[in-house]
């Protein structure tokens, strides 16, 4: 069975963040799985037994104290389990973070960059990542002929779970050679005024577009949001019409997300807003126009004004939360 490394995102307590077990679950399709953690020295064992319970054959702990430059300590770590384990897939999120390491690791090993998957195979022995492309019109597979594949996965896609196991845990230590890597002479900390999940790995989303007509009445998405303890989305006319930031685009050339619930509020369904929702679990669509092309994509659609169907919708909500 081939070994299949993964690298563990952590929050910045810490945390195991929840892409993990959509890619051990994906890293389980293809082999056995081995979870890549940066840790500080002796730490980790608490993070090795929570991998075990979502599927890490083995846990490899990976020190890297005084190893600086954007991104060195996973570089180096993950070219450290590659040398350790010879895998034949390295599988990364695709995160903003995830995508940046897992194009050095591929450089470092001169291994096939494959990117933004949303699924995996084994096809008689070949790794095969699966794409949805052109907003989800066609699905696609890739892969590296004759290497190793880093592989970047797209959060929230995996929908599978591993099994728990006791994983085997081993720990390393890496140094790292500065001049490959950039170096951070100050960081400035901003604080996030939101407490509403983020954008693009949380499990429910709820977006707007230009059919909210105005920055005041986006609030309306906001308050459906918080109703859900959803993310806040927004179509790029939305974003342009100044009545949400552009870090809420969804689409070809904002996040693309995967959540469990995609709720599309005024939104016509362009393909490039597709591009990039069209792999949600479930799609609801309120929409007045009942020939938009978002009902193509949508599993429940309501013909409707926003501003009459969802204040019913939240009171709906908030009835059953009280
Ligand atoms: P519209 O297309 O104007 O649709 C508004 C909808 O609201 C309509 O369907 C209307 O029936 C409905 N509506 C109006 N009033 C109400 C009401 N009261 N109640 C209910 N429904 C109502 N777009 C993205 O979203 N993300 C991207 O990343 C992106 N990237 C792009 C990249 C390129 C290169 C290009 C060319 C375009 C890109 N676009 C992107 C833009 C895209 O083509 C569309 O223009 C955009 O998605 C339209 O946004 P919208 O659906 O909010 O607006």
């Known amino acids: ?128 990542a ?20 880093v592989v970047t996965v797209r959060p929230g896609a995996i929908d599978a779970r591993a099994s728990a196991v006791t994983p085997t845990v081993t720990r390393a230590t890496v140094t790292a050679d500065a001049s490959r890597y950039a170096t951070i002479d100050s960081v400035e900390v901003t604080e996030a005024t939101s407490t509403r999940p ?33 993310a806040v989305g927004a179509s790029r006319a939305a974003v342009d019409a100044g009545y949400v930031v552009q870090t809420a685009q969804v689409g070809q050339t904002g996040v693309t997300v995967s959540p469990q619930l995609y709720i599309a509020l005024g939104i016509s369904g362009a393909i490039q807003h597709r591009a990039g929702m069209q792999t949600a679990k479930t799609i609801v669509a309120i929409n007045k126009d009942a020939d938009a092309p978002i009902f193509e994509v949508a599993d429940f659609g309501i013909v409707g004004d926003v501003f009459t169907v969802v204040p019913q919708l939240i009171t709906a909500l908030r009835e059953r939360t009280t």
Request: proline fraction near 2%; charged fraction near 15%.
């Open 198 to 230: 983020e954008l693009r790995d949380a499990t429910t989303v709820v977006s707007g577009g230009r059919g909210l007509g105005s920055k005041e009445n986006f609030a309306l998405v906001e308050q459906l949001a918080d109703a859900l303890g959803a």
């Open 1 to 128: 069975m081939p070994t299949i490394v993964t690298l563990i995102d952590l929050s910045d307590a810490g945390a195991v963040e929840n892409t993990a077990a959509g890619l051990l679950a994906a890293a389980s399709l293809l082999g056995s799985p081995v979870a890549v953690v940066t840790v500080a020295a002796g730490a980790g064992a608490d993070i090795a037994a929570e991998l075990g319970k979502i599927g890490a054959d083995t846990v490899y702990l990976v020190e890297s104290a005084g190893v600086n430059g954007v991104f060195a300590p996973q570089t180096e770590a993950l070219a450290a389990a590659a040398a350790t384990y010879s895998p034949a897939a390295i599988l990364v999120s695709g995160t903003a973070a995830g995508r940046e390491i897992a194009g050095r690791t591929a450089v470092r090993l001169g291994a096939g960059l494959i990117v933004d998957a949303v699924g995996v195979r084994l096809d008689d022995g070949v790794i095969v």
């Open 130 to 149: 699966e794409h949805s492309i052109f907003g989800g019109a066609y699905n696609v597979d890739s892969t590296v002929q004759g290497g190793l594949a």
